[in-house]
């Protein structure tokens, strides 16, 4: 695991997508995982100024996102799909049929979720999967206590993170309970992975899936168990770490 810890939330994003664009420039046809949430926001911000001001070309990337709020159709303002159409996709050149994102509103959810690790098996797997981590540890919505082993499912949000998501929604009536989300053994085989994490809300979970022992009970401490991880820190939520 290499740990790089920057000054600030801004220096965050351009470390992020610089990792990112490198890796769109090496590839013939580069698959990136992508996550949502409030982290990724500015990653995604500087991906599109490459983009529009340096020519970062997506025509031949494949994204797979990590995962969707189960009911929600992929319209509807609160979903993932329409957090990433807003914030990268429409902003980027990349091809619509070269998109995945979990359907949330899928008639059969576990067929979907089977067909979903099809096409990531398809396109040879993931070559580098940017995630965030939440306050208990969870990654995608693998809350604490999922398997490692575990593939592409449906999950029952931790009441932590049902409260954490609470600001995103006008009516407590509207907060999703369950999700779809990349299990974390499809999620450590992605060739590389890039965890960021930023402020001081932070510095705990961070302090323990870096320095801790691997535990079912932290799923990013899976981390430790892959060859390539980079994680990314600003100064806040690296407080913690007794080395840095």
Request: with cysteine.
């Amino acid at each position: 695991m290499e740990l790089i810890v920057v000054s600030d939330y801004d220096e965050l994003s351009k470390t992020a997508a610089s990792l990112m664009a490198k890796e769109i420039k090496e590839k013939e046809r580069p698959v990136l995982g992508l996550a949502t949430g409030s982290t990724p926001l500015g990653t995604y911000k500087e991906l599109v100024r490459l983009h529009q001001e340096e020519g970062l070309d997506f025509s031949k990337v494949v994204t797979f996102n990590l995962d969707e709020y189960i009911g929600f159709s992929p319209l509807d303002r609160n979903s993932y799909n329409f957090y990433m159409w807003e914030n990268l996709f429409f902003e980027v050149n990349i091809k619509r049929q070269n998109v995945y994102i979990p359907k949330g509103d899928a008639p059969n959810s576990e067929e979907f979720c089977k067909w979903y690790e099809e096409e990531i098996k398809r396109v040879g797997g993931i070559n580098l999967q940017l995630l965030g981590i939440g306050r208990d540890g969870h990654i995608g919505f693998n809350e604490p206590g999922s398997s490692f082993s575990d593939r592409t499912h449906v999950k029952k949000l931790a009441d932590v993170t049902i409260r954490d998501n609470a600001r995103f929604f006008e009516k407590i009536e509207d907060i999703p309970h369950y999700a779809m989300t990349m299990g974390i053994g499809t999620i450590l085989e992605a060739k590389k992975i890039i965890l960021i994490a930023n402020g001081e809300h932070k510095a705990r979970i961070c302090a323990e899936f870096i320095e801790r022992p691997v535990t079912k009970q932290v799923p990013a401490s899976s981390m430790q168990l892959h060859s390539d991880v980079t994680v990314i820190l600003d100064n806040a939520a690296a407080s913690r770490l007794r080395k840095k």
